[in-house]
Nanobody, 124 residues
Framework: QVQLIESGGGLVQAGGSLRLSCAAS????????MGWFRQAPGTEREFVAA????????RYEDSVKGRFTISRDNAKNTLYLQMNSLKPEDTGVYYC?????????????????WGQGTQVTVSS
């Protein structure tokens, strides 16, 4: 059973930084892409970033480019999201996702495995 556990969320002022982590367990993750989605109250889940198994390719939602960096440590089965220059519109629950293959998809429906989410709140 795949398990994804996010951590690192919290309350931060605009302009601040947070680093999210996602610990994966339950199977071997060789060949699995991983990513992050977020959801603000009253909105649909939104793609944030994704990374291939080797880390050689990444993809970002336009509004976070240049501010967020996705990375992974395969030896630790852990995914990261470094978030800098945070804005109030970055507020939401951030979810870790994974799927087999090297596709860096923006559609939430293609990811079969999801974590429970971690809350990020950015105050103005």
């Amino acid at each position: 059973q795949v398990q994804l556990i996010e951590s690192g969320g919290g309350l931060v002022q605009a302009g601040g930084s947070l680093r999210l982590s996602c610990a994966a367990s339950g199977r071997a993750f060789s060949g699995f892409s991983m990513g992050w989605f977020r959801q603000a109250p009253g909105t649909e889940r939104e793609f944030v970033a994704a990374i291939t198994w080797t880390g050689s390719s990444t993809r970002y939602e336009d509004s976070v480019k240049g501010r967020f960096t996705i990375s992974r440590d395969n030896a630790k089965n852990t995914l990261y999201l470094q978030m800098n220059s945070l804005k109030p519109e970055d507020t939401g629950v951030y979810y870790c996702v994974t799927m087999y293959g090297d596709g860096l998809y923006k559609s939430s429906s293609v990811y079969p495995y999801w974590g429970q989410g971690t809350q990020v709140t950015v105050s103005s």
